[in-house]
């Protein structure tokens, strides 16, 4: 079983929907909570970042992460097309393997969203 | 230039060619990694170098992998006699922190696609 679980999807969804997104992890070290955005052919961008357990808000996107549960989620409002993409989780322990503290992440799957008029 | 450049965007080689990738980080940027992305999959870690110094290398899937930043900026991921199995997007991404906590601002390249036929 993989470290870090997301519904691979594909969700499709209509313009100015909710959208929830969603991961399990099972490594009790992550703390660093992350989402990237991915389009086609190009590399991850960040979207949002998270340290432990609460919400964070930045514009039409709030990220969630409850610890006690290991359940991370991105919430999308007012959704458009140019959100179409892949929504990747991804998480980091403060310490890795050997006691190293460099930020290496471990990845969901992805989601495949898209957005139509 | 402002993002993290990767050499070439396609490569197509036979089985048992040897192929090498090139990343050309943001100037200045300490921590290079390289990540591997199959299709339909998230990345997956494969290797770390802060500065020249290759830290962590215990994502590599193989002897066949090697990977070099031998003066702290351009890398090079080398595989050698190339299988199938490594037909996949090969990306590489750095950042100006050495730490966990706030090493989340990764600036990632487009990637290079491998296909191995």
């Known amino acids: 079983q993989k470290e870090v679980e997301q519904d691979p999807g594909p969700l499709s969804v209509p313009e100015g929907a909710i959208v929830s997104l969603n991961c399990t992890y099972s490594n009790s070290a992550f703390q660093y909570f992350m989402w990237y955005r991915q389009y086609s052919r190009k590399g991850p961008e960040l979207l949002m970042y998270t340290y432990s357990s609460g919400n964070k808000e930045d514009g039409r996107f709030t990220a969630q992460v409850d610890k006690s549960s290991k359940y991370i989620s991105l919430f999308i409002r007012d959704s458009q097309p140019s959100d179409s993409a892949t929504y990747l989780c991804a998480m980091s322990a403060l310490l890795g393997a050997g006691g190293t503290s460099y930020g290496k992440l471990t990845f969901g799957q992805g989601t495949i969203l898209t957005v139509h008029p | 230039g402002a993002g993290v450049s990767q050499s070439p965007r396609y490569k197509v080689a036979k089985r048992g060619q040897d192929v090498a990738l090139r990343c050309d980080p943001i100037s200045g940027h300490v921590s290079l990694f390289w990540y591997q992305q199959a299709l339909g999959q998230g990345p997956e870690f494969l290797t770390y170098f802060q500065n020249e110094a290759q830290l962590d290398k215990s994502g590599l899937p193989s002897d066949r992998f090697f990977a070099e930043r031998p003066e702290g900026s351009v890398s090079t991921l080398k595989i050698q006699r190339t299988q199938q199995e490594d037909s996949a997007v090969y990306l590489c991404?750095?950042?100006?922190?050495?730490?966990?906590?706030?090493?989340?601002?990764?600036?990632f390249g487009s990637g290079t696609r491998l296909t191995v036929v």
């Open positions: 991404a750095s950042s100006f922190s050495v730490k966990t906590r706030t090493n989340y601002g990764y600036t």
